[in-house]
């Protein structure tokens, strides 16, 4: 009876620490998998913006004869180093999220610790070079975890070193982002001036489409051109900008609730996976206005 009992007692801790690892995988895949899908989205975003606005403003010359090259610029309020600079914070999240997927699925190849170094080198040069000691050290243990004996305990200590260390990071990154897509008025943001050059635009455009001057066929084919394109940007701004902005207010939450469960393993699974539908419906509208 006693060994019996003995028994029961073993299988009965070994179940809960499956449980618990169970309830932690399924978290960090829904997490991991939801940030380096924003992450992913925002470095699109940005890269699509600046593409757009080059093309805006040469639509703006095209239009606006007032406009030469002493007092335009073809990439101006979305110039290659502040676009840089952002593209490099959205891959930080989606490298973390990755790195997360990976270890949350057992990834024992090389691509766990590719994860780890290109997160580290985007975050380091979007926050700056140094590191503290706990985050060196948690990211030395995703290393030493491919040539250890990966176990359940092992694994969930470094999930748990690794979302602890990198938490204020992770929300000092969404800051960063959040600011960048805010719509406020009085806001200079990426998505603001965006916004501004595309109501420029449209402002001409317009104008030129309802004059009753006689244009060439080929002027106006330009100008209804750009009134497309304007109005195809002040869509874009509501349908993806203000709703990753949106998502990334809910991505500092969720990241907020990861940090305080992994001490207790005190899980909202539907809370993140409400975190991973909403990025999800996103996503949909990007492909749809990318095309």
């Known amino acids: 009876m006693k060994y019996i009992l003995i028994a029961c007692i073993t299988v009965c801790a070994f179940l809960s620490g499956c449980a618990t690892n169970a309830t932690q995988r399924n978290a960090m895949e829904s ?46 309020s979305a110039l290659a180093e502040t676009t840089a600079m952002r593209v490099a ?50 990211v030395q243990n995703v290393t030493l975890g491919l040539d250890a004996s990966w176990t359940a305990r092992r694994k969930s200590e470094t999930i748990k070193g690794i979302v602890l260390a990198f938490a204020d990071s992770i929300t000092s990154l969404t800051n960063r982002l959040l600011a960048d897509f805010s719509l406020d008025e009085s806001s200079t943001s990426y998505l603001q001036t965006y916004a501004d050059t595309a109501m420029k635009l449209e402002i001409i455009s317009s104008a030129f489409i309802d004059t009753q001057d006689t244009y060439t066929l080929l002027e106006r084919k330009e100008a209804v051109k750009a009134y497309v394109l304007a109005q195809e940007s002040r869509i874009r701004v509501h349908a993806i900008g203000a709703r990753i902005h949106e998502a990334m207010a809910i991505l500092q939450k969720a990241n907020a609730h990861v940090a305080s469960a992994v001490q207790d393993d005190s899980y909202d699974l539907q809370e993140i996976r409400e975190y991973g539908k909403q990025i999800q419906r996103i996503s949909t509208m990007q492909l749809v206005l990318s095309y």
């Open 31 to 76: 997490f991991g998998l939801a940030t380096e899908r924003v992450g992913r989205m925002s470095e699109s975003e940005f890269l699509s913006m600046r593409s757009e606005v080059i093309e805006m403003n040469s639509l703006l010359v095209l239009l606006d004869r007032s406009k030469n090259t002493d007092n335009w610029a073809y990439d101006e």
């Open 89 to 138: 914070a959205c891959k930080s999240l989606r490298m973390y999220g990755d790195l997360l997927i990976r270890l949350a699925a057992d990834d024992r190849t090389e691509m766990v610790r590719r994860s780890a170094r290109v997160f580290l080198d985007n975050i380091t040069e979007t926050l700056g070079p140094e590191l503290t000691r706990a985050q060196e050290e948690v």
